[in-house]
C-alpha cells in the first residue's frame, strides 16, 4: 500500500529526497508521517503533514528542523522528505506512514511503508 524510495549513501553535507506513494483502493488520506529508525534505537518520528499541508516536525529527531522539508502530493497520493545538511547521525532506515481510508465508508486505518536505508558517511 505504501512504497518508499530515494534512500542510499551519501556523504556529511550531503542531500536526499524520499518519496513514498500510496496505492490501491483509496478514498482518502489524512496524516501522512516519516520515521526513522537509526541502528540499535527506537523508531522516532520526523515529521508529519496533513491532508491540507500543515507540517510538523519532531523536536526529539535530532534537530531535523529546518534541514528537513516534508511535503505531499495529494493528486499523486505521495509525500516526500528532501534532506539537506545530511549528518552521520541522521543514518537509519526511514519508513512512511499514512492514515488511509479505503472507501467513503471505511474508517482511517493506518499503514506503513517497507522503510529505505539512508547512510550518511563523515
Known amino acids: 500500500q505504501l512504497q518508499a524510495s530515494g534512500g542510499g549513501l551519501v556523504q556529511a553535507g550531503g542531500s536526499l529526497r524520499l518519496s513514498c506513494a500510496a496505492s490501491?483502493?483509496?478514498?482518502?488520506?489524512?496524516?501522512m508521517r516519516w520515521y526513522r529508525q537509526a541502528p540499535g534505537k527506537q523508531r522516532e518520528l520526523v515529521a508529519l503533514?496533513?491532508?491540507?499541508?500543515?507540517?510538523?516536525?519532531?523536536d526529539s529527531a535530532d534537530s531535523v528542523k529546518g534541514r528537513f522539508t516534508i511535503s505531499r502530493d495529494n493528486a499523486k497520493n505521495t509525500v516526500f522528505l528532501q534532506m539537506n545538511s545530511l549528518k552521520p547521525e541522521d543514518t537509519g532506515v526511514y519508513y512512511c506512514?499514512?492514515?488511509?481510508?479505503?472507501?467513503?465508508?471505511?474508517?482511517?486505518?493506518?499503514?506503513w511503508g517497507q522503510g529505505t536505508q539512508v547512510t550518511v558517511s563523515s
Open positions: 506512514n499514512a492514515d488511509i481510508m479505503t472507501t467513503h465508508r471505511a474508517i482511517f486505518r493506518e499503514y
Open positions: 490501491g483502493t483509496i478514498f482518502s488520506i489524512n496524516f
Open positions: 503533514i496533513t491532508s491540507g499541508g500543515s507540517t510538523d516536525y519532531a
